[in-house]
């Protein structure tokens, strides 16, 4: 006669199988479909290139050591490839910028939707979804028609008499930031909105109670409560502003290059798919740790109760 007491455990051993061959193909999915494409990118990244695009199956480190540095063509002697940590610095730089200035404005858009009365909230977040309805150049183009030099904030200056010739905002790094903050803004907005509609906002009446400034009710209350959703809004905007590509390529006019319009060139006319690849898994690795933070602050957010 068996153990009862082996039954339940037979039972669970079922449930668990049973759960592993329903994610069996959502897992073949993650590995042929994504982890495939960058086994392979990796793999390139390891050879040599082709002469005319594509790569020779013959084992390479120059595309990991062209990363950084690079030789001179006199003198064979060794030096940073400038242009390449340049470009680096600027996608990180403008990526930061850019995330900081959708907390900037993202934070009181979230707030002030999140304080409406419940049947308002919808109207005013159907106004942040509405620009995902539009294809991402469009988007561009339309911030590119505001800010260039005979564009609406142009007119306007020179309308009001605050400036006399036109301010030239395109084909910088500025237009980039711009363009690229109005593009993933919603991505700030989004996750804050979900942390403040959960908010408990007798705790910020408790607070001016006691007789606390409006300072120490945000960064004491308010920025604690709702730091999850400031975490995750700031990896979704910074990822991927990072690789963006589009919105640099026509805002920055092909002179302001960042990390994707490198790739892209180095797969196109630069036809040195292993340099493209190295400088694709470089990107990953930049990823991969901005995930990592927000994997250990996330982990550490428990709000201790009295």
Same mark, same amino acid.
């Given at each position: 006669?068996?153990?009862?007491?082996?039954?339940?455990?037979?039972?669970?051993?079922? +449930?668990?199988?049973?759960?592993?061959?329903?994610?069996?193909?959502?897992?073949? +999915?993650?590995?042929?479909?994504?982890?495939?494409?960058?086994?392979? *990118?990796? *793999?390139?990244?390891?050879?040599?290139?082709?002469?005319?695009?594509?790569?020779?199956?013959?084992?390479?480190?120059?595309?990991?050591?062209?990363?950084?540095?690079?030789?001179?063509?006199?003198?064979?002697?060794?030096?940073?490839?400038?242009?390449?940590?340049?470009?680096?610095?600027?996608?990180?730089?403008?990526?930061?910028?850019?995330?900081?200035?959708?907390?900037?404005?993202?934070?009181?858009?979230?707030?002030?939707?999140?304080?409406?009365? $419940?049947?308002?909230?919808?109207?005013?977040?159907?106004?942040?979804?509405?620009?995902?309805?539009?294809?991402?150049?469009?988007? *561009?183009?339309?911030?590119?028609?505001?800010?260039?030099?005979?564009?609406?904030?142009?007119?306007?200056?020179?309308?009001?008499?605050?400036?006399?010739?036109? +301010?030239?905002?395109?084909?910088?790094?500025?237009?980039?930031?711009?363009?690229?903050? =109005?593009?993933?803004?919603?991505?700030? !907005?989004?996750?804050?909105?979900?942390?403040?509609?959960?908010?408990?906002?007798?705790?910020?009446?408790?607070?001016?109670?006691? =007789?606390?400034?409006?300072?120490?009710?945000?960064?004491?209350?308010?920025?604690?409560?709702? $730091?999850?959703?400031?975490?995750?809004?700031?990896?979704? !905007?910074?990822?991927?502003?990072?690789?963006?590509?589009?919105?640099?390529?026509?805002?920055?006019?092909?002179?302001?290059?960042?990390?994707?319009?490198?790739?892209?060139?180095?797969?196109?006319?630069?036809?040195?798919?292993?340099?493209?690849?190295?400088?694709?898994?470089?990107?990953?690795?930049?990823?991969?740790?901005?995930?990592?933070?927000?994997?250990?602050?996330?982990? $550490?957010?428990?709000?201790?109760?009295?």
């Amino acid at each position: 006669m068996a153990d009862v007491s082996e039954v339940p455990s037979a039972r669970e051993r079922a +449930i668990v199988r049973n759960r592993w061959l329903l994610l069996t193909p959502a897992l073949a +999915i993650l590995i042929f479909a994504a982890s495939g494409p960058l086994l392979i *990118t990796l *793999t390139y990244s390891f050879l040599t290139p082709g002469d005319y695009g594509g790569v020779e199956w013959k084992f390479s480190t120059d595309a990991w050591f062209n990363v950084i540095l690079q030789r001179d063509i006199f003198d064979d002697t060794l030096m940073f490839a400038d242009a390449h940590l340049s470009i680096l610095w600027r996608s990180v730089k403008l990526s930061l910028m850019t995330t900081i200035g959708a907390i900037i404005l993202g934070f009181p858009t979230a707030y002030f939707i999140a304080t409406r009365p $419940k049947a308002h909230r919808d109207f005013w977040m159907l106004l942040i979804i509405i620009p995902f309805w539009t294809n991402l150049l469009i988007r *561009t183009f339309a911030v590119m028609e505001l800010i260039r030099n005979e564009g609406t904030l142009n007119t306007l200056l020179m309308a009001v008499g605050i400036i006399d010739d036109p +301010i030239q905002i395109l084909y910088t790094e500025t237009a980039i930031m711009i363009g690229m903050l =109005y593009v993933y803004l919603p991505l700030m !907005v989004l996750p804050l909105y979900a942390s403040m509609e959960r908010l408990d906002f007798s705790l910020v009446e408790a607070g001016y109670d006691l =007789y606390a400034t409006r300072f120490a009710v945000l960064r004491r209350i308010i920025l604690p409560l709702v $730091k999850p959703g400031l975490i995750a809004g700031s990896i979704l !905007v910074f990822v991927p502003s990072l690789g963006a590509y589009v919105t640099p390529r026509v805002m920055g006019g092909g002179k302001q290059l960042m990390l994707g319009n490198l790739i892209e060139l180095q797969f196109g006319q630069g036809r040195n798919w292993p340099l493209g690849a190295a400088l694709s898994i470089t990107l990953l690795a930049i990823v991969m740790v901005a995930l990592i933070f927000y994997v250990r602050a996330a982990g $550490k957010e428990e709000v201790p109760h009295g």
